[in-house]
């Protein structure tokens, strides 16, 4: 532990600024020791879990720095530095298949779940949550809807990945009215990142947390992987291609790790 002004401050380890930058580690240990979520930061590197009043805290707050922090912590404890990424093409699509994986005990329980999610403003497709925000308003209706998943997740287990969409969850795979170089969507890149980086946080049964190139744009897809991320979906074409995607994980200091479509199958991942 580290004093900062009155505070005492967790040592930030490899977060964004290497150890070797001291001048610029001291600075953000400054301000992470000035925030109001300090005592949430506390928590966090703890390992505890955060409760309702909390998420709407972190839903509330415009304090993005800390948010990442957070975010970027539990992260890589689970995955490190690794990042998953999935190539689809025009012919590959998962919204073919809403059913979940089930066992003879749980089918009925889980189908109520399922068709529940679907009508309470998020979609459950295969072993994905998929939260559609940019439809949803407010910081008190995202949290209820986020809650519900990590309820869900802590009673069956059935998700292996959550992916928060700013805009409708057709829209975002409408390739044609979807711009995948800039980004272009219902949601400010702040928000964006927000969504990302408090799902991370609040969903610790959940282990991966998704994006879609399509949806953040490159630039932002890369600066996501600090916050919370570690699974992304990519259309190719369009100059991307296999080798610019590794390129464009490395360039943010992440270690790129390829999920192929019969991977993705046998592991449960959408």
Known sequence: MIIGGNKVV??????????????????????????????????VEKGERLDEADGLRLLKSRDILALGYMANL??????????????????????????????????????????????????????????????????EARLERILKIREEQDRTGSFSAFMPLSDAFSDVFNKEETDEISGIGAATGLEDLKVLAVSR?????????????????????????????????????????????????????????EVSQRERQARGYC
């Open 10 to 43: 967790p040592v930030i380890r490899d977060w964004v600024i290497p150890q070797t930058r001291y001048q610029e580690e001291k600075v953000l240990i400054s301000l992470l020791a000035q925030s109001d979520l300090f005592d949430l930061i506390e928590k």
């Open 74 to 139: 539990i992260r890589e404890r689970r995955h490190g530095k690794q990042t998953f990424f999935t190539l689809r093409t025009d012919t590959d699509t998962d919204t073919e298949t809403e059913t979940e994986t089930k066992t003879d005990t749980d089918t009925n329980t889980l189908q109520t779940d399922a068709e529940t999610i679907r009508t309470e403003g998020y979609s459950h497709f295969s072993r994905d949550a998929v939260l559609p925000y940019g439809e949803v308003r407010g910081a």
């Open 201 to 257: 946080i609040l969903l610790d049964n959940i282990p991966h947390i998704k994006t879609q190139g399509v949806m953040l744009g490159l630039k932002l897809t890369q600066v996501s992987l600090a916050f919370g991320v570690d699974y992304i979906d990519f259309f190719v074409g369009g100059g991307l291609t296999r080798q610019s995607v590794i390129r464009l994980i490395q360039a943010a200091g992440r270690e790129a790790a």
